[in-house]
């Protein structure tokens, strides 16, 4: 007599493997990962030009850092009514492209010697704020390309890339600054955006535009009801609580451990700019 749990690990089974039999999906998947890499790429390597070509202060470092990720303070709220009222390929496609441009500006204005801790200041909050539009837009767009059954799979291998670039990325990162100067390696993390954005555009998924709702004319209404809702839930407070402190403390730590390591471990000669 076959077991009453048989179909269960069966079933699951199926999932996954229709999962990855969604070419779409693995379009998405592969350039996703691809650019995870490349983010752990910009985290180590952005902050060099300013260190070795600038000599930027302990202070000036940290504003470069700040403006980074000040849109994820700024704009999420805006960013999130914006995505919900327009198709999410598009958004994401802009996004991408106007990183690997961000990024490419930071070699070439260095080239030129127009590089500046401003000027880095102004690329930094433009990476920040596209990376806002591009993390909201792909999470909304995965439901169009995963079937509703599938989704927790499809977020589990999302997952596990973003694991695997969290652990190896900073290694491939560091061979990748010391071999080619950290100014080519941004480049290196905008061919990345380039690489996805090519796979999204492969994605055949034909989006519908989303549907007007009452009271969508009103930003501000939309944003205040979204705060009243998850301000009304007890585990996404703490959830908001432990992340702004993690990224808190993490950004203004990380800030420290490259000026350390480039002035204190004397790791100049291995990170000289072009």
């Known amino acids: ?81 914006w995505v919900d009222r327009h198709r999410r390929k598009p958004l994401l496609l802009m996004a991408r492209v106007g990183c690997a441009v961000a990024l490419c500006a930071v070699p070439l204005t260095q080239t030129a010697g127009m590089l500046s801790v401003a000027l880095m200041c102004v690329i930094a909050f433009v990476i920040g704020a596209l990376g806002v539009v591009d993390q909201i837009a792909y999470q909304a767009f995965v439901p169009s390309v995963v079937p509703k059954d599938q989704l927790v799979q499809a977020n589990s291998g999302f997952m596990g890339s973003e694991s695997a670039a969290s652990v190896a990325g900073p290694g491939v990162a560091g061979l990748l600054i010391a071999a080619i100067t950290a100014p080519v390696a941004l480049l290196a993390n905008a061919a990345s955006f380039v690489f996805s954005t090519v796979m999204l555009l492969f994605v055949g998924v034909k989006e519908q535009k989303p549907t007007p709702v009452d009271g969508d004319k009103r930003v501000f209404a939309q944003i205040l009801l979204g705060m009243r809702l998850t301000l009304g839930n007890r585990v996404l407070v703490s959830l908001i609580g432990w992340s702004g402190t993690y990224n808190f403390f993490h950004s203004g730590a990380f800030t420290l451990v490259v000026i350390f390591l480039v002035h204190s471990l004397r790791f100049r000669c291995m990170l000289t700019p072009i």
């Not at 039999?21 to 691809?34: A, C, I, L, Q, Y």
């Not at 000036?60 to 994820?72: D, K, T």
Request: hydrophobic residues 55%; aromatic residues 14%; proline residues 7%.
């Open 1 to 81: 007599m076959a077991s009453p749990w048989a179909s269960e690990p069966l079933g699951e089974k199926h999932v996954s493997a229709s999962l990855w039999r969604n070419h779409d999906f693995v379009k998405m998947w592969t350039g996703e990962s691809v650019s995870l890499f490349g983010t752990y790429i910009t985290q180590l390597a952005f902050p060099l030009p300013a260190i070795l070509a600038l000599d930027a202060t302990a202070s000036e470092v940290g504003f470069i850092n700040a403006a980074r990720f000040a849109p994820f303070l700024l704009i999420p709220l805006f960013a999130g009514v």
